[in-house]
């Protein structure tokens, strides 16, 4: 049997971690200590709550707190209107946590743009603050000028301990210290255990963010804990590791194949993931073979768990040099437009003024 004990998937996302601990010890999702889930559909966008508490923060590894995730493929449909619809629900997502922290319509704010701006799958952060509407120094040097509906806002982009040599959570204690912000929005790139997920899924928290987490590159967190003031992360998963993409492929091979096998009789069409359609193509988790089927097509690994299957790709790929960080080859477009879609939704949540209805408007 493969061993597991080595071997963790890597997932900055909660809705993840719950379900790796529902495959784990073979449970209900619905009956996590702890944890608590609520689905939602907003139009064509579909949102996971999830609430974790002291107990289900030991279940699932995520720290205790709120969790939004908003699932849309607006970025890679390249769907304007989506788009749009996409960015109404990441801000109306943020406000709801700002309120249930009790965040004030006047407070100010620090948005901070994680990552390393000359890494492209890394500079989600660093390209959406650019957009970012900036407000405080009208504030502080022309206060007649500054209409009712908007807040102070001030932004930063720290770079990376490896290009300026100085820790990120130290600048960020730095300018907070001097600025002193009520509240700090974190905008980061994550890491996922799907295929499906990467530059499709947004995350909302109010616990926090470890920067560097989406290349596997943890570093000093940034919570209420360690800054003095509630810090709310937007986080997108930007790439995925080998093993996933190995462990992903064995599963839509077999959908493919069984799927292929329910319609001999239809011209073949090509493979695709589940969820997913190009062309009249798709696949779903209902065409899985049974486990005597997946056996004969694979043999024992084709019988193999989800948890068991990554594990052996992790024992294969990383004596090789093999378990690799991988980002979509479209990233650049991607990056660019997500940055300007998040960065739309929190001007329209941190200004009463600033609407998504002149989305189009806003500089790319």
């Known amino acids: 049997m493969v061993s597991q004990d080595k071997y963790q998937v890597r997932t900055d996302l909660a809705v993840e971690a719950k379900d790796m601990y529902v495959e784990q010890e073979k449970t209900d999702r619905d009956v996590i200590e702890g944890v608590k889930t609520r689905d939602s559909q907003v139009g064509?966008?579909?949102?996971?709550?999830?609430?974790?508490?002291?107990?289900?923060?030991?279940?699932?590894?995520?720290?205790?707190?709120?969790?939004?995730?908003?699932?849309?493929?607006?970025?890679?449909?390249?769907?304007?209107?989506?788009?749009?619809?996409?960015?109404?629900?990441?801000?109306k997502q943020l406000l709801e946590l700002m309120e249930k922290n009790q965040i004030d319509t006047e407070a100010s704010g620090l948005i901070v743009g994680l990552g390393n701006r000359q890494v492209t799958p890394d500079a989600l952060g660093p390209l959406a603050v650019e957009q970012v509407l900036v407000t405080s120094h009208l504030f502080q040097h022309e206060p007649q000028y500054v209409q009712d509906g908007y807040r102070k806002v001030a932004i930063m982009s720290p770079g990376v301990l490896g290009v300026t040599g100085i820790e990120t959570s130290d600048v960020i204690e730095g300018v907070i210290a001097k600025y002193k912000p009520d509240f700090v929005v974190a905008i980061d790139a994550l890491a996922s255990r799907s295929i499906e997920r990467v530059n499709a899924t947004i995350q909302l928290s109010d616990t926090g963010i470890h920067p560097g987490s989406g290349v596997g590159n943890k570093r000093k967190e940034l919570t209420k804990q360690s800054l003095g003031i509630p810090v709310f992360a937007i986080?997108?998963?930007?790439?995925?590791?080998?093993?996933?993409?190995?462990?992903?492929?064995?599963?839509?091979?077999?959908?493919?194949?069984?799927?292929?096998?329910?319609?001999?009789?239809?011209?073949?069409?090509?493979?695709?993931?589940?969820?997913?359609?190009?062309?009249?193509?798709?696949?779903a988790d209902e065409d899985l073979p049974s486990t005597e089927e997946r056996e004969k097509i694979f043999g024992m690994i084709g019988v193999l768990n989800e948890q068991e299957k990554r594990a052996l790709m992790q024992e294969v790929l990383t004596p090789l040099g093999h378990n690799l960080m991988v980002t979509p080859k479209e990233i650049d477009g991607y990056m660019k437009d997500m940055a300007h879609l998040i960065a739309a939704a929190i001007n329209a949540a941190m200004h009463k003024n600033v609407t998504i209805e002149n989305f189009a408007a806003f500089t790319r």
């Open 44 to 91: 064509n966008i579909k949102i996971t709550e999830v609430e974790v508490d002291e107990q289900g923060s030991e279940q699932i590894g995520k720290s205790p707190g709120s969790y939004r995730t908003i699932y849309s493929e607006a970025i890679k449909r390249q769907d304007t209107a989506l788009q749009e619809e996409t960015a109404q629900v990441i801000a």
């Open 235 to 283: 986080g997108v998963p930007t790439v995925v590791d080998a093993v996933t993409i190995t462990s992903d492929a064995i599963d839509y091979v077999l959908k493919h194949i069984m799927k292929e096998w329910k319609e001999k009789d239809k011209p073949s069409k090509s493979l695709a993931p589940p969820g997913l359609t190009f062309g009249n193509q798709s696949l």
